[in-house]
DNA sequence: GATGAATGAGCATTCATTCAT
DNA sequence: TATGAATGAATGCTCATTCAT
């Protein structure tokens, strides 16, 4: 008796080691044997289920962006008070922890390949709209409590989404300059200076 | 009597090649083969020259860096009001003109591959330093001349670097939400609204 | 269900490749690429099998001693007379037929490389303080049945064995004055004139 | 005012450089940079002197033996008694001393070629004759002296040289079994058992 | 569904050789 | 005479992909 998933389940355990070897070595080091062994499974079954290292690496980078959009859905959906939410959803993005630095390494990935690749441009095109719009929200909902400052939310988004890419970048290069610490300080900071009124800067 | 510097002159001659290689078709679809068609050498001239594919990238980058900051050099060098040289300096860098694009496009490679690798993480290390350096410095004087706010300047020049890397991250990426002067109006508002102080902000 | 022993017979079809290669162009001049036509398989799965040029040589010195050791392996555990047996055991390893000339000349490669190469020394060294021990014994024996004159067997031994290898390394020379019959001739003077005791000389 | 022999000094330092670097890394590993290298010389000047690599290990092999038997000329020239003289040449070939390695070495790379190179194997071929011819005057003038048993002159000359050669080889390839006094014992048991007549044997 | 043996195109690297000086 | 910069053919090795089982 087949199980009915088996197909999904394959996939995930797949794209998860995917993610994984991604992190560790990169997209051109990434050896779909080795892929294979981290999976459990031989390196028949990848080209079974994927049309070959492209398509892997395409779906690895959606499922590494939906997984991280999903360790923050709480944080998201609860409709708490948007400054707070914001502050948390910052912290929870910092390269930190294993899971943040392995989704950090990924995206990293295909950053440098969508400088020169179309298909992972769209991909980063379409996720990175999605992350954009959902800091925009949540300034603009900020905006109407009256604890954000005032301007274009999307601007406002920009710089903040911008300079927790650019910080990370440095701290994932390792930089001893730009320990995690230093990023995490630095945002809070521009969140305190720039975008908090009055009243939230009261809670240092 | 063989030439003077032929072996400066053939450096450059690769190097400047293989930057623009990189920046077309990132560190590892490069081909040594297309790099010596490009520099106009046969293949075994790039390996008498250089240890090896990777030399040839750790020279490159570091010709990346240097090549980047003698075209800005006289601005550096002008000792003119902080302020606008700092504006200037941010707009000089935008990916907009070709050079600048494929010497982003390089940066964007270096980076890819310190996540991993230790030695294009030192490179990015010491390079990185040097360029956190000039603008921290560029900010100090503005501050003493009254023309940037107060705070650590060091801090401020991580908001404004990492803005710009980030930022730029997708501008390279071909973001349609983030054409460069998109990425322009952003970074000079936030200088408007964040380093400047009011006599500069009267410029505008 | 894949074929019993696929492994087993893939390297036994490219080790014998692999001697037929290393008696007519040397350790140098093999190139996999040949090899891998000879043994009628593609490059690729040579490096299946192997970890790479220098463990096939490795494994191919090591098959052809073995396999020269079957062919006399009857020979040897008869227990017949030991004198007759030395006799053949000499005749039979003489470079004069086919088999025997490549396996000889696999012999070369692996003794020209021994004098710098530890590996290979390595090799040499077991294989041949095998090949020693069984015409050690064989002349104990004869000089226990009383056959084979008095002497320490083990220089006994050497001296035969050195005279071999010499005058073999003349013949594959294809020296004018070192034909195969000479070589064979000079050897069976030795052992009549002064490794046999009298009664064995009276067989001719 | 250019010296007369400059071209015979030349022809001889690099000659002398191609034994070294042919006893140290061999034939095929032999680079035509290192050997200029060696000499003192540029990879331009070889070429200048020799046709290519191909001449100048034919010439260096040449050289190899001209100097080996130079070496021995006092020896065989001397004229004293021929039983002597053949135990004192047998033990100024061992390869125990630097330079009798080195000849050694570069005699086992010819051997190694000459197996399946007409060019190399004219080289020995004329080398070898003369050497064995050395060998049998000398076991010749030992019959006529009555200190030397008898028996064709050229058959034991052969057994001696074949021996001497077949053991030498272990000794390069660093036999654990075959150190150099157990071959230097080998040869001159052989020598007093088989080949000495018995007042010769009385010198013991 | 899943395997893994087998393939072969692709690429970095080596090095004898050439030739302008 | 002598140099050494420049060449480019040659080859070991990697790895995505295929397919018989």
């Avoid at 995206?107 to 992350?131: F, G, K, P, V």
Wanted: aromatic share 8%; proline share 4%.
């Amino acid at each position: 008796m087949p199980r009915p998933n088996v197909e999904a389940e394959r996939r995930e355990q797949i794209l998860r080691a995917a993610c994984d070897e991604l992190s560790e070595v990169g997209m051109q080091d990434l050896r779909l044997s080795d892929l294979a062994r981290r999976a459990g499974v031989s390196s028949g079954t990848i080209h079974y289920y994927f049309e070959g290292k492209h398509a892997v690496l395409v779906a690895a980078f959606e499922f590494n962006y939906r997984r991280s959009l999903e360790r923050r859905r709480r944080l998201l959906d609860a409709g708490d008070e948007p400054l707070p939410t914001l502050r948390e959803l910052v912290d929870s993005y910092l390269p930190r922890r294993p899971e943040a630095l392995t989704a950090w390494r990924v995206w990293a990935q295909l950053w440098a390949e969508a400088t020169r690749n179309d298909e992972y441009r769209a991909i980063n095109e379409s996720l990175y709209a999605e992350w954009r719009g959902l800091v925009t929200e949540l300034i603009a909902r900020g905006q109407d409590r009256g604890s954000i400052r005032d301007g274009d939310p999307g601007v406002l988004a920009d710089m903040l989404i911008g300079m927790i890419d650019g910080l990370a970048t440095q701290v994932l290069a390792g930089s001893k300059d730009m320990p995690v610490e230093r990023m995490s300080s630095t945002l809070q900071q521009f969140i305190d200076d720039f975008l908090a009124l009055a009243p939230a800067r009261a809670r240092h």
